[in-house]
């Protein structure tokens, strides 16, 4: 990592409030290079308070665009931070609207030149290709980070029409968390305290609405902009990670967006800006290849970026199964357009007598973080107990294979019961045993013709499913087998069906693999620079003489066949800013379920988080509980407990208890 300390403008910056038509002011801090002549404007809009949350990471970037000539802008959204008004959901109609007058209002201002750009990660990259779809004037140019296109099937709601329980949940918990946490005094002034508790009487848990909408109705077709490429205008590049969730947003993009304002580039990371170097890497010089873009698009400085490859993609080389990477060998390639001319579909019959998948309900304690980011333990294990318990099907590699896009299976299946769910899982097994997760899908057997329906299988009938996994890019060597493997259950990372201890019966004949073969010609020359960013920030984490907990500790009790997944996420505990904020957060995520009874399965969330000024004399804290579990017919949300403290005395305390119909997911 090189960090630059001399660029083309000395800057300065501000922060500042952004007025809306209803009188609302959002907080913002804006980095401008110190020249007379107006100049685009950057904006990252997100909830995560930029005045500690993400000031880190801002000021590893924000600085660096001023310092190139651009007006770099972070602002919180509504009810966050210290922006006035009430929060509201993900990506709700309000936050979309409010982000509309940000980009006018910037583009109005005398150091503007008129032309805007939004970039982000995660939420800010979901809601600036939401914004786009609006079509602002001024919006000409996107950046979006690890985001998605379709709010339903690929965000961290539900997966192939099935709950995600490993973050529909604790998304939901963590959400609670942070939208509960107090405006700081030292920006907001002496208004903070009013701003928190009319806030905190305004909290809703996002689940109880996530959960309500078990189908891909109206509700996720708001901000799914894969309703509608058209409506999008802005030249999108599109940037995801092979390890991130999110991945298969950046094939749609390059696959539905007109080839002359659109790139797509997808590395081998997590969930993360690919220059900070976190694992998996190699990291790249994302700074300057987002500079190349903003230069083209908002100065109309010809770059050479729309000569790139439509779409740049890392194949990762084979690689023994481990829980951490720093970097993964391979090689970038190219493709003038997507679907590739350098991909071949190549079909995999699979081969045995019937076989019934009755998966023990644990079966999925191995599935690694739904969403790595890069810490010791977020990638899965060895798959070894993962495939015994699974129904598996190989097939060997004669000469090097490199796979590039969606793996899909086609799946003929007997179930005796309406419901449940079928998962694939694809599989690199070296010689020696060994079994490296490459990637995997999942359906929901009663959304098997639709994520919009729900259609129960009729018992005793006979059908031929097909479903994508996730994209990847790998390359089996020779020697080594393709192993496909097939369970019933995949706990904590998708929830039980109420049948789902039945299983089904999977018959070979007439069931396939269908493997996105990439040719290993036409390669081409991809490079890019050292990565580099702007000064740090300067923020101190105290030495603790706590034992530090297991990130991910699987716990069985032998008597009870009970499983229990502890998963600390480690988004970034204690930590003190160079402004003087004491900043603590714990958080613990606790999974629990019998092998044998999949409404056995539960879920808790409980979190902790203390803002604390010693020159103030400003002590808060935050801690919320979350629970849930599943009776069959209905989910039950056991508890959602928010309570929040200033100087060690309870100011707020509320329980929410509510029972979900489970409709579908």
Not at 487 to 514: N, R, T, V
Request: proline share 9%; with cysteine.
């Amino acid at each position: 990592m090189h960090i630059r300390t001399s660029f083309p403008f000395d800057t300065t910056h501000a922060d500042l409030r952004i007025p809306l038509p209803d009188g609302t002011r959002l907080y913002a801090r804006v980095w401008r290079p110190l020249t007379d002549e107006p100049v685009p404007v950057l904006l990252e809009y997100l909830p995560y308070r930029l005045s500690d949350w993400t000031a880190p990471r801002d000021f590893q970037r924000h600085p660096w665009y001023a310092g190139h000539g651009y007006a770099s802008v972070r602002v919180d959204i509504r009810g966050h931070g210290n922006s006035e008004g009430m929060p509201t959901d993900e990506y709700s109609a309000t936050e979309l609207a409010d982000g509309v007058e940000v980009v006018n209002w910037l583009a109005a201002q005398p150091w503007c030149s008129g032309r805007v750009g939004m970039f982000g990660i995660s939420w800010g990259g979901f809601n600036s290709l939401q914004i786009a779809a609006l079509a602002p004037e001024p919006l000409k140019a996107v950046v979006t980070v690890c985001s998605t296109d379709d709010r339903y099937d690929n965000d961290v709601h539900y997966m192939g029409g099935s709950v995600l329980a490993v973050d529909m949940h604790a998304w939901a918990a963590t959400m609670l968390a942070f939208v509960s946490r107090p405006p700081d005094p030292r920006y907001a002034g002496p208004a903070w305290r009013d701003m928190w508790l009319e806030r905190l009487e305004r909290v809703d848990p996002f689940v109880h609405t996530w959960l309500a909408h078990q189908t891909r109705d109206d509700y996720w077709r708001h901000g799914s902009v894969c309703e509608d490429y058209g409506a999008i205008d802005a030249a999108v590049l599109a940037v995801g990670g092979w390890h991130d969730p999110y991945r298969d947003t950046v094939l749609r993009l390059v696959g539905h967006l007109p080839q002359d304002r659109v790139r797509g580039l997808i590395g081998p990371w997590s969930h993360q800006y690919p220059d900070r170097g976190l694992p998996p890497g190699p990291a790249i010089g994302f700074l300057q290849e987002t500079l190349r873009w903003w230069d083209q698009h908002l100065k109309g400085v010809d770059t050479g970026i729309m000569r790139e490859p439509l779409l740049r993609a890392y194949v990762s080389d084979s690689h023994p199964p481990a829980t951490v990477y720093g970097t993964l060998p391979g090689r970038w390639v190219g493709e003038p357009a997507w679907p590739s001319p350098h991909v071949t579909t190549v079909s995999y019959g699979l081969q045995g007598a019937p076989v019934l998948v009755r998966s023990p309900q644990h079966t999925g304690v191995d599935a690694g973080r739904f969403f790595p980011f890069g810490n010791d333990a977020d990638l899965p294990p060895d798959q070894r107990e993962e495939d015994a318990r699974s129904a598996c099907f190989e097939f060997a590699v004669g000469e090097e294979t490199w796979v590039l896009g969606r793996p899909r299976v086609r799946l003929r299946l007997t179930s005796e019961v309406p419901r449940g769910q079928v998962v694939a899982r694809l599989c690199d097994v070296a010689p020696d045993g060994s079994s490296t997760l490459v990637t995997r899908g999942v359906l929901n057997l009663s959304a098997r013709h639709g994520r919009d329906r729900a259609v129960p299988w009729e018992p005793g009938a006979t059908e031929e499913v097909a479903f994508e996994l996730n994209g990847i890019g790998h390359a089996f060597p020779p020697g080594h087998r393709i192993r496909l493997a097939v369970s019933s259950a995949y706990w904590p990372w998708i929830w039980p069906q109420a049948d789902s201890a039945a299983g089904f019966a999977l018959d070979p004949a007439g069931s396939f693999l269908e493997l996105p073969v990439r040719s290993r010609e036409s390669v081409g020359a991809i490079t890019f620079a050292e990565p580099e960013q702007a000064e740090p920030l300067g923020v101190n984490f105290p030495a603790t003489l706590d034992e530090p907990r297991p990130e991910r500790l699987v716990v069985r009790d032998v008597a009870k066949g009970e499983w229990r997944l502890e998963v600390d996420p480690r988004y970034g505990g204690t930590r003190v800013y160079p402004d003087g904020l004491e900043f603590t957060e714990d958080a613990l995520e606790t999974y629990t379920i019998d092998e044998t009874d999949p409404l056995s399965a539960r879920t808790r969330s409980d979190w902790s988080i203390r803002l604390h000024r010693p020159e103030l004399a400003w002590d808060t804290t935050v801690r919320t509980r979350s629970e849930i579990s599943c009776a069959g017919a209905e989910f039950f949300l056991a508890a959602n407990e928010v309570v929040c403290t200033e100087g060690g005395e309870v100011v707020f305390h509320r329980t929410w208890e509510k029972r979900i119909p489970r409709t579908a997911g």
